[in-house]
């Protein structure tokens, strides 16, 4: 199926999956990975760890701290769009434990699981669109390889997604974007026609050492380690983020 990424495809391959037998789902599907672990199943075994970041600690701070929301107040609401399994809303409700921490997902195992594993967090079963951004206003809003972002190179759908976010931020309030930079499907690809199309929004891009590498050396190190893995040796190692915010508000 083209443009599989649609919510109204995804909520139709939702619904397929969570009407299914778990033993009989393909771990190669995050929908799959999401119904077993829902039933009970085996947390290995169901394949999770392919679509979720299950130890996302560390880059979860990296990402905030260089979005420039670890000075200063820290964020009273905060929403994880795409938010799967839950585990970076749970890292997020650690390291902002004073906010109001929000993960939504269109997969409703995946967060039949999440509130039943994470606490200090609230989520919701719901498709994300520009036609209906979720509700609520937020200081803080990550997308942790949020799938509208990472499978199109369509500008135009890009610049809706993020005008539909936008539209939910708090006074002063800021949109964090992280997923893999190259991908030439991306919000990657298509960057300065986004910002074109958004002249009411300003964009920052900064650089984040490579979580992995950060987890085990120090900060120094990592970045240093982060550098040459990207120029010298041409593997994505510094991870770019995009924080985006109204202008003037």
């Known amino acids: ?39 009970g199943g085996d947390l290995v ?10 130890d996302p600690g560390t880059k979860v701070e990296l990402v905030a701290r260089r979005a420039g929301l670890m000075r200063g107040s820290a964020p009273s609401s905060v929403l994880d ?7 970076t809303t749970a890292a997020l409700a650690r390291l902002f434990p004073s906010a109001r921490v929000t993960g939504v997902d ?9 509130r039943a594993t994470h606490s200090g967090a609230d989520f919701r079963a719901e498709a994300i669109s520009p036609s209906s951004p979720p509700e609520g206003t937020f200081d803080a809003v990550f997308c942790f390889e949020f799938y ?25 309030g800021r949109i964090v974007v992280y997923q893999t930079w190259r991908n030439p499907n991306s919000l990657g690809a298509v960057y300065r026609e986004v910002r074109a199309a958004l002249p009411d929004l300003a ?47």
């Open 1 to 39: 199926m083209t443009e599989w990424w649609r919510p109204e495809h995804l909520a139709e391959a939702e619904r397929r999956s969570r009407e299914s037998d778990p033993d009989a789902t393909t771990v190669e599907s995050d929908f799959g990975s999401y119904r077993r672990i829902a039933a």
């Open 45 to 54: 075994a169901s394949g999770l760890a392919l679509h979720n970041d299950l």
């Open 81 to 87: 769009a795409g938010c799967g399994a839950g585990y």
């Open 106 to 114: 269109i997969s409703h195992d995946a967060v039949a699981y999440a």
């Open 148 to 172: 509208p972002f990472t499978r199109n190179a369509d500008a135009a759908e890009q610049a809706g997604y993020l005008r539909a976010f936008a539209s939910r931020l708090a006074p002063g």
């Open 203 to 249: 964009f920052r891009k900064r650089l984040t050492a490579h979580p992995r590498l950060a987890a085990r050396l120090p900060i120094a190190l990592a970045w240093a380690a982060s550098w040459a893995g990207t120029v010298l040796a041409r593997r994505d190692w510094l991870k770019p983020i995009v924080v985006v915010t109204r202008r003037g508000g």
